[in-house]
């Protein structure tokens, strides 16, 4: 692994945080050091409950830091400002266990959902890249449906296409492939591998499912709040 901070993608140093319960404190994650060089593609795994949920969500900033330090696509997350924190979420694709899509949205209109907050494409753009990136994952034909007419499968498909559509440098995936059938979840994750590979994207995927960690460049351990190895 690279320590040149100029090719990676996010350096975790000394990461803690806890959950308090009245009285009682939960460590979650206990002096994680984490590297991931850019165009990586990492598989967090451990089980449920092990931190890797809260890990993903201190990377995308969507929790605060509490202890340690942490550089995200060269921005640092401790004390960050709350535009620079903005800034570092637009260039972070989002993938979850469930598809949350708007009912009432077609699947195109779901994906370019994901390019709002990028003002450099027009709304004409967002249509054609919703279209582009549907057809890239086999759901092309189903741009015009909405959620309720699609299987579980094609439901996440139009997520990973959303997180994807505006070409994010990295992404995060919680678990997305819990929810579907052991081959719909390893084609997803194939064509996700193929695309993130073609356009540069480091990818973080936390997944407990052994089918998925043959796709990964490196396991990465977690188990009680501390890195159990990386291989």
Same mark, same amino acid.
Request: charged share 20%; hydrophobic share 40%.
């Given at each position: ?7 990676l993608a996010i350096e975790a140093m000394g990461i803690t945080y806890h959950?308090?319960?009245? $009285? ?11 590297? %991931? ?28 830091? +509490?202890? /340690?330090?942490?550089? %995200? ?9 709350? +535009? ?12 979850? +266990?469930?598809?949350?899509? $708007? ?8 994906v370019q959902v994901g390019m709002e907050s990028n003002i450099q494409y ?29 299987? /579980? /499968?094609?439901? +996440?498909?139009?997520?990973? $296409? ?20 052991? $081959? ?48």
């Amino acid at each position: 692994m690279t320590s040149d901070p100029g090719k990676l993608a996010i350096e975790a140093m000394g990461i803690t945080y806890h959950y308090s319960n009245g $009285a009682e404190s939960l460590r979650v994650l206990d002096s994680v050091d984490l590297s %991931v060089a850019r165009g990586e593609f990492i598989a967090l795994v451990g089980p449920s409950g092990c931190g890797k949920t809260t890990l993903l969500t201190l990377i995308g900033g969507i929790k605060d830091m +509490q202890g /340690g330090s942490l550089n %995200v696509l060269g921005c640092k997350l401790h004390n960050s400002s709350i +535009q620079n924190i903005f800034d570092l979420r637009s260039k972070i694709g989002f993938i979850f +266990q469930f598809h949350h899509l $708007a009912e009432f949205l077609t699947a195109s209109q779901n994906v370019q959902v994901g390019m709002e907050s990028n003002i450099q494409y027009s709304y004409n753009e967002r249509a054609k890249r919703a279209r582009e990136y549907l057809w890239l994952l086999g759901i092309g034909d189903k741009a015009d449906m909405y959620p309720s007419m699609l299987s /579980g /499968g094609q439901k +996440q498909r139009v997520a990973c $296409a959303r997180a994807l559509s505006s070409e994010p440098a990295l992404i995060l995936a919680d678990e997305p492939t819990a929810s579907l059938d052991s $081959a719909t979840g390893h084609r997803l994750m194939v064509e996700l591998r193929r695309i993130a590979d073609e356009r540069g994207m480091t990818v973080v995927m936390a997944t407990h499912d052994h089918r998925m960690m043959d796709l990964a460049d490196r396991l990465i351990g977690l188990e009680d709040g501390h890195l159990v190895g990386g291989l």
